[in-house]
Nanobody
């Protein structure tokens, strides 16, 4: 399974971005998928995750109320809609997927939020 995250960029505080994570190599419709991020000088942290069917979604406290995770299994793609972005959201964002945990990882996409 190969995962490709895209959609990062530079945005002003209060703005929005939508990240995508496209899977290839096999269908991931039954896999749990998740978003993680790593800010400069900090450890990687989870942003949230979504179950295979999409009915179960988890958000870290930092994402609740501002971020929305969704998936389109017909396209083997997961999304991260980020609203009300803050400078502290600046990080490299990674997507991951797996049948049980996050066995497969993609390269990250950089999100920079300016104040």
């Amino acid at each position: 399974v190969q995962l490709q995250a895209s959609g990062g960029g530079l945005v002003q505080a209060g703005g929005s971005l939508r990240l995508s994570c496209a899977a290839s190599g096999r269908t991931v419709s039954s896999y749990v998928m998740g978003w993680f991020r790593q800010a400069p000088g900090k450890e990687r942290e989870i942003v949230g995750g979504i179950s295979g069917g999409g009915s179960g979604v988890y958000y870290a406290d930092s994402a609740k109320g501002r971020f929305t995770i969704s998936r389109d299994n017909a396209k083997d793609t997961m999304y991260l809609q980020m609203n009300s972005l803050k400078p502290e959201d600046t990080a490299v964002y990674y997507c991951a997927a797996g049948p049980r945990r996050y066995e497969f990882w993609g390269h990250g996409t950089l999100v920079t939020v300016s104040s």
